[in-house]
DNA sequence: TTGTATGCGTTATCAG
DNA sequence: CTGATAACGCATACAA
């Protein structure tokens, strides 16, 4: 019954075991060599070495080390949207790039997983991927039962800037204040007559002016939390809300506030830098100049793409620390140590394209917040 | 010695076994309600499942499955750049878009990796993460070494613009007579004097005016080819290079070559849609009309957000395609069937942005290459 | 339809 | 510094 192990070698692929035999050590002897978990005489070291070349050994499987280990060094990263789109935001490729940066220095890769209930039967999911923990990322809604299938298995859980209840921790801005702060910058300026273009109020994605009710039932709550911080200094902005973070949806938000010349805002105050720059072309558009005849203020602090010599005034948000965060907090997580949630600060930058509101005397130096 | 099974339940997490004694089935038995193999007597299964959520069993430890397997169903993906770069690259997203679909569809996820020679010890590298196949993309010089370490782990390798040489599959597009093709129409338009804005050379990123003998040495395979079917038809174009993919590099080249008046081209032929956007701009700025007074050509055939109202002359790619097909590879390779290079076709798609070129009384009908 | 018996390839533990 | 041993948790071939 049991096979000539010199002949096995022959077929299967070498495992570490034959190498082990054909060293003439034990398999932890080469177990050791190839870990480096403990000292190995230097000659022996070799010959294993050699052993392994010889055989075509190319080191322990992974799969097997994971299941001795209980560990993959697996993380998955959950998005709610399609890669193409998730991926479309400059912010969330900056958090992502933070996020595998944290993870790598964790000995971690990051398995990207989209949340999608009509995914193939057998597509990996949250509750079958061979991973460590997970990170949420803009975590919200469907989300939610997806959470607790990881929950149920045990895994750490991150989520970032989304809500995912009581004790997930998780990483995310002082939008509110951030967005106040642009605001009485921008009320510093003299402007008095301001629009507020928004991110996205939910799932629907449904653009145009937003009426108190609908703003009632935001529920997105990046969204949310901005525009409170904004609407706390003018109560009485127009709010006209986009399809998403998009230079080109920002062009189509501006284009309503700036079609009818007699109603125009001095000031237009986006919650993106995507959009502000939209904003702006559509100003161009309508030949009006920035920061002249209208400021335009951002969020996030990005490059963006194609804004040419102007500077956005906006709000900097440290996208790729947040990542690295969320990372570090997996590494706690995994080692048994709670993880705190963190909350993370905007720094305010005035850049060109905010100025003194048309026929205002008022300078430009009362820009910041109270207690700034 | 052997401990108590039942009070071991308690202190362990649940295994199938568990479940399964306590069920009163055996451990295949139990395994199959799972995995759905094979049919199970419907009491049956409703007990084991009752008790497995009695004991919190959440399924098969994906670990222990994939080593039984010999398969966890994860394809790692290789990106060359930081992801913040990558990620910048619509196409590049697009790619990587069909990619997971097709991952899925074969119920495999994706694990992001990136080549870095100076990662932490312990990152997970294609050497050491337990994946069954790799996709490399925009693989060229440095990634080669880990390229002959997948393949010594006998796993499945697929190349998406990249050469990885001889035996490997390949997914890449007609670059050469795309180009020659957005070439042809350009002339038909009557244009003679023209400019080419290019990708990268190679890593170095370098700008400006390219000499024959900087051309020569262009490592880029994408950049090289498109060149070639451009020079083809106009074999003394001024070549600018860029220094990447993005709207703000192609603004650069088009300043340079709208700034001396009495040198202007008539056309400009960009290799990518992001730089004809920049060039577009450039152009704007200069106070020349596209296309009355300079025709601007792309490629690529992404959306570029905050083009306005322009449609882009230029060679749509099928990018979603290109990944997806790469995916389907891997599924033969997994399969154990070989897999063949694919070469894609890009559609020409005339746009708004292409005219006769001044002067010219050439009508805009000889727009397609020969054969075509 | 269900149960039995093996082994997937490692690595941690502990004794030498 | 090295070796023996015992899991890690599961899925399959095969027998019943």
New binding site residues.
């Given amino acids: 019954?049991?096979p000539d192990p010199e002949a096995a070698t022959v077929r299967?692929?070498a495992?570490?075991?034959d190498v082990a035999r054909v060293a003439?050590?034990?398999?932890?002897?080469?177990?050791?060599v190839?870990?480096g978990?403990?000292?190995?005489?230097?000659?022996?070291?070799k010959r294993v070495l050699a052993v392994a070349a010889e055989l075509g050994?190319t080191?322990?499987?992974p799969?097997?080390?994971s299941?001795?280990?209980?560990r993959s060094g697996i993380v998955a990263v959950a998005l709610e949207e399609h890669l193409r789109t998730a991926f479309l935001d400059p912010i969330k490729t900056a958090t992502m790039d933070g996020l595998t940066d944290g993870l790598a220095a964790l000995g971690a890769g990051v398995l990207l997983l989209r949340d999608d209930p009509d995914a193939g039967a057998d597509a990996p999911t949250l509750a079958t991927a061979p991973i460590d923990a997970a990170v949420l990322i803009g975590c919200s809604g469907r989300m939610r039962e997806t959470l607790t299938a990881v929950r149920a298995r045990g895994l750490p859980v991150v989520v970032i800037e989304g809500d995912a209840g009581d004790d997930v921790p998780r990483m995310e801005l002082d939008n509110g204040e951030a967005a106040t702060q642009i605001a009485h910058h921008v009320r510093g300026l003299g402007h008095r007559d301001v629009a507020v273009v928004t991110l996205p109020f939910d799932s629907d994605h449904v653009r145009g002016d937003a009426s108190p009710e609908r703003i009632a039932t935001i529920s997105t709550p990046v969204t949310a939390a901005r525009l409170k911080g904004t609407l706390t200094v003018f109560p009485d902005a127009r709010v006209v809300s986009a399809g998403g973070s998009l230079i080109d949806e920002g062009l189509l938000a501006g284009r309503l506030l700036f079609a009818d010349p007699g109603e125009r805002p001095t000031a237009v105050i986006a919650q993106s830098d995507l959009l502000a720059a939209g904003v702006i072309r559509a100003a161009e558009e309508a030949g009006l100049r920035v920061p002249q005849d209208v400021s335009v203020a951002g969020f996030d602090g990005i490059a963006v793409d194609g804004l040419g010599a102007h500077v956005l005034t906006t709000a900097v948000q440290p996208a790729v620390e947040k990542g690295r965060a969320a990372g570090d907090a997996i590494a706690r997580l995994l080692a048994g140590d709670p993880a705190a949630s963190i909350r993370f600060t905007c720094t305010f930058r005035e850049g060109t394209t905010t100025g003194p509101a048309p026929g205002s005397a008022t300078s430009a130096s009362e820009n910041a917040a109270p207690g700034t």
Avoid: H, N
Avoid at 24 to 32: D, E, F, K, L, Q
Avoid at 37 to 45: D, G, L, M, N, W
Avoid at 67 to 70: A, F, M, N, T
């Fill in positions: 019954m049991s299967r692929r495992t570490i075991a003439g050590v034990s398999p932890s002897t080469a177990s050791v190839f870990s978990k403990a000292p190995v005489a230097e000659a022996t070291r050994y080191g322990p499987d799969r097997a080390a299941l001795r280990r209980g």
